[in-house]
């Protein structure tokens, strides 16, 4: 049973005027607020403040269907992410598809939020693994809950663009490095993203930053080599509108032959 169940509402309260002081000036109505702010959200925070990893959210880079992410500043002034998974999104039924199979997470319980705490955990993991084989993302610093802190990708002045909004100037180079980095983490991490698409890649000085890790499984994933093969798809269409041309099963064949 998780300790946030004794909690009582004059502490909640508390809490929530604290995080309201904290996220000062998150460009968020209210009612946004409550749905991603919910109680062990709320808790994470906290957690995340006292332990001096943020000082706080100062503003959100994107609101999507099942979470948030903020740009947050650390006391000592620099930027992270902080990816929120909502707790209480009625979208996240297909997320079962990609731990159920991950022997990483046989046991996890079967409820939503338990779950999305464990999508949480994943991805954090995924992260890492790529940190280790210098596949380009944001390093991750820790998670708690439903809240992932990670390295954020872009200058002061605005986070890094999604690749689909970005002119790109050496496609041809920018496809062999994301074709190098699926390789990679699959030959390397045993990992396949299973997202890949230009809205799941940044752009920031000229190079790609894969993102969105939580969908990435490991390869003894009953289904791991469909989702390489849809990855390595997503990367040829792409490039294919900028006169790339490339022959998807040779590239899946060279990847998954025989390390
Ligand atoms: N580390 C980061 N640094 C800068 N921006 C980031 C970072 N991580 C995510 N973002 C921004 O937040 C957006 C959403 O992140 P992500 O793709 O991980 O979540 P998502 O679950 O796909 O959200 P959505 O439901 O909006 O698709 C990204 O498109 C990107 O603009
Ligand atoms: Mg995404």
Do not use: C
């Amino acid at each position: 049973m998780s300790s946030d169940k004794f909690l009582d509402k004059k502490e909640l309260k508390r809490l929530d005027q604290e995080l309201q002081k904290m996220i000062g000036r998150v460009g968020t109505d209210r009612k946004t607020q409550d749905e991603v702010f919910d109680k062990s959200t709320l808790l994470a925070l906290e957690k995340l403040i006292s332990d001096r990893v943020i000082d706080i959210l100062d503003f959100p880079i994107s609101t999507g269907k099942e979470g948030n992410v903020f740009r947050g500043v650390t006391p000592d002034k620099k930027l992270v992410a902080v990816k929120i998974y909502r707790t209480n999104t009625a979208t996240f039924k297909h997320i079962s598809e990609y731990i159920i199979g991950d022997p990483r997470f046989n046991s996890i319980g079967k409820s939503k939020r338990a779950l999305i705490f464990a999508w949480t955990k994943k991805e954090f993991k995924n992260l890492e693994r790529l940190a280790r084989i210098n596949v380009k993302a944001p390093k991750p610093i820790i998670f708690i809950k439903n809240v992932l802190v990670m390295e954020y990708i872009g200058d002061s002045e605005r986070p890094a663009p999604l690749m689909k909004d970005v002119k790109l100037k050496n496609p041809k180079e920018i496809f062999e490095t994301l074709i190098d980095y699926v390789s990679k983490m699959y030959k390397k991490a045993d990992l396949v993203h299973s997202d890949i698409s230009a809205f799941n890649i940044l752009m920031f000085e000229d190079k790609p930053y894969v993102i969105d890790l939580g969908q990435g499984v490991l390869i003894g994933h009953p289904n791991a080599l469909g989702y390489l093969k849809r990855d390595i798809h997503n990367l040829v269409s792409y490039f294919n509108k900028f006169g790339i041309r490339a022959d998807e099963n040779k590239i899946f064949d060279k990847i998954t032959k025989k390390k």
